[in-house]
């Protein structure tokens, strides 16, 4: 798996970097088969008090490709909505692509017959 951590208008800090990859244990932990992800962190300057901070994370799967966005005040809590928005994606992916051969309908009432 490669993992790609990158800023936009900001420097990434060890601890920054450090507080994504322990995030992104998450998503791995959930689903092991992620072959690559690109995370991109960056703040938009709206005003000259404003400031977003926004996250953004690529997640290459085998056959897929799950992208995800989230921008707020806080860069921390933009990855937290971030991580969370991931894994509830995953998972669903997981679901769909896990093994989902059951029995006919008709092998199943001659059965029960």
């Known amino acids: 798996m490669n993992l790609t951590i990158s800023g936009h208008h900001l420097d990434?800090?060890?601890?920054?970097?450090?507080?994504?990859?322990?995030?992104?244990?998450r998503v791995?932990?959930?689903?092991?088969?992620?072959?690559?992800?690109n995370v991109i962190l960056s703040?938009?300057?709206l005003s000259e008090k404003d400031r977003r901070?926004?996250?953004?994370?690529?997640?290459?799967?085998?056959?897929?490709?799950i992208f995800v966005e989230h921008s707020?005040?806080?860069?921390?809590a933009s990855i937290d909505q971030l991580i969370d928005k991931l894994d509830r994606q995953v998972v669903r992916h997981?679901?769909?692509?896990?093994d989902h051969h059951h029995e006919s309908v008709k092998r199943t009432d001659a059965m029960l017959s």
């Open 43 to 45: 703040v938009e300057k």
């Open 94 to 98: 997981k679901s769909k692509v896990q």
């Open 72 to 76: 707020s005040e806080d860069l921390y």
């Open 53 to 65: 901070q926004k996250a953004e994370v690529t997640l290459h799967v085998k056959g897929k490709d």
């Open 12 to 25: 990434v800090t060890p601890a920054l970097r450090e507080y994504v990859l322990t995030k992104m244990e």
């Open 28 to 37: 791995t932990r959930h689903f092991d088969q992620v072959v690559d992800i």
